[in-house]
Every structure is written in structure tokens, then in C-alpha cells.
């Protein structure tokens, strides 16, 4: 591996070309990952996809008039100092926020990497190009509000917002909602039945974190195997699962952790007000993103996790 400062004129003008045309493929992957949810922010960095063919077209231009047609292979993973990044095709299903993080990230060290370029250049017009390059992909990020502003009207953004909020719902929110419902709800009868057949916290804790952590377990597999969201749109099964897995494993938690307590009298008082605190969690979450008047969330999730936390009462009580 190369050190940059060991690199001739030649090679840096052949590394600029060369990551000119890997920054410009990874706009078109964007652009590409984008275009079937977020049409508008595609057109906007197909802009960019060209703006970097530009560059490349005038790095070349000017190394076949210095050094001739034969221009060497160098790539960022040769030389020292460039961050490694992680493929597009990884970062799929693509987000707003992820794209215009990395597309941010990679044109701030592209930037760097003109600057010192320049700086080591002895040859005029060479270092006058790496300068204005420098410059123009300092401006590059105005130049991307700009081309927001051009192919994103008030209505596409709109569109591109609630497109994303439903994917939200739909990658996230459901799979968590599932798990903490389901973690909530069907470890009531287990931790109460136990702590109610054996008055002791120890006993009642043990049975809560058992039936939690293998209702996590259950239901992470679950949601994760039920499909591949690749007609569903729901994302990858390995991140549904496990979200749903953690927000199973959470909701059984919170009222087993009360019974850490050696008082059952009290362990218990703290459980039940623990229990209330998730079922208002889960209906205002309902209320919030499924579009559920909360109420009506109220009432189902309430007469279910009380008919739940009676029969564990009845059956440890027995």
C-alpha cells in the first residue's frame, strides 16, 4: 500500500480520475436505489452522477496532454489514508438519510483530497485544476440543494416524506409494535401466576425473564422468517426480526424487573403500575403511527392485557 505522499504527478491525476469514476457510479447506485420510492431525490443525484463525469472528462483531458493516453490503475484501497467505504449494495433497502450522510462523507474527502493534491503539485495548469476542483466540490453540496430545489417540488417532497413514513411503519414501527404487544401481553400470565402460586419475587423474576427471553427469541424468528420483503416492501426479514425480537424481550422485562424487589407486596404493586405504563405505551404508539383512535387502541389492548393478567392471577391463586 502507497503512502500519498509518495505519489508522482502521473498517479495522483490517475487516482483523481479513477475515484471521479467511482464516485460517479455510486450517485447512479443511489440514484438507482432511490428511484422507485424517491423519484425526486433521484433525479437529484443523477445531477450529481453527471457533475463527476464532468470532472472526470477534464481530469483526463488534461493527464492525456501531460502524460499520454496509458493511464495506470490506482485505486483508494492502494493508498493510505482514504476511509473504506461500505458497498451501496449493503446499505439496500437505500434511505434518505443514509444516502445523504454518505454522499456528504464522500464529497468532503474528495475535497481534502484536492486540496492536498494541489498543494503538492508543482506543475501550474495541474495544480490549477486540482484547485478548482477543490473548489467546486467545496460548492458541491450547494449545488445539491440546488438540484433538490429543481427537482423536488413542495408536492414530490410531500410524496417522498409520507413514502417514508409508511416504509418507517411498515420496517420498524409494525415489527416493534407486534413484539412489544406481544411481550407485554402474553408474559403477564406466566410472571403473575408464578409470583402468585409461590409468593416469591426470586421465583416470579426467574419465570418473567425466562418466558421473555424465549417469547424474544420466538418471535424474532417469527417476523424475521414470515418473508423477504421483497414483494411486501418491509424491509429486511434479519432487521424486522430482530426489532421484534428486542421489543418482545423489552415488554416482558418491564414488569419482571419490578421483582428484583425482595418485598412481593411490593415487587408486585410496582409490576402492575409498570403493566399500565405499557399498555398506555402501546396504544398511544398505535394512536400515533397506525392511525388507531387512541381510545379504541386503549380499550382493545386494555381488555386483552387484563383478561391476560386475571387468568395468570386465577391460575397462580388456584
Sequence with gaps: MRTFESLTEREVLALAITLEEEDSRVY???????????PGSAEVFEGMRKEEIGHRERLFHLYRQKFGEHIPLLRREDIKGFVRRRPVWLLRPLGLDIVRKQAAAMEMETRHFYEQAAKR????????????????????????EELEQEKLQPGTRQEEEEVRRRLFVLQIVQPGLAGLMDGSVSTLAPVFAAAFATHSSRDAFLVG??????????????????????????????????????????????????????????ATALAVVVVAVELVAISWI?????????????????????????????????
Excluded at 506543475?123 to 445539491?144: V, Y
Excluded at 418491509?234 to 423489552?250: A, I, N, Q
Excluded at 380499550?299 to 392471577?313: K, S
Aim: net charge negative.
Design 28 to 38: 447512479a447506485d443511489f440514484a438507482e436505489g432511490l428511484k422507485e420510492h424517491y
Design 209 to 266: 425473564m425466562a418466558a421473555s427471553i424465549g417469547a424474544g427469541i420466538s418471535m424474532g424468528f417469527a417476523e424475521a422468517l414470515s418473508d423477504d420483503g421483497s414483494l411486501t416492501g418491509r424491509g429486511h426479514p434479519w432487521l424486522r426480526g430482530s426489532v421484534c425480537g428486542f421489543m418482545t424481550t423489552l415488554g416482558g422485562i418491564g414488569h419482571t424487573l419490578p421483582y428484583l424487589i425482595p418485598n412481593f407486596r411490593m
Design 286 to 318: 398505535r394512536k400515533k403511527y397506525m392511525d388507531t383512535p387512541f381510545l379504541a387502541a386503549a380499550m382493545q389492548v386494555v381488555v386483552g392485557g387484563l383478561l391476560v393478567f386475571l387468568a395468570g392471577i386465577l391460575i397462580g391463586s388456584s
Design 121 to 144: 503539485a508543482e506543475d501550474s495548469s495541474i495544480r490549477q485544476l486540482l484547485n478548482n476542483l477543490a473548489e467546486e466540490e467545496r460548492s458541491h453540496s450547494h449545488r445539491a
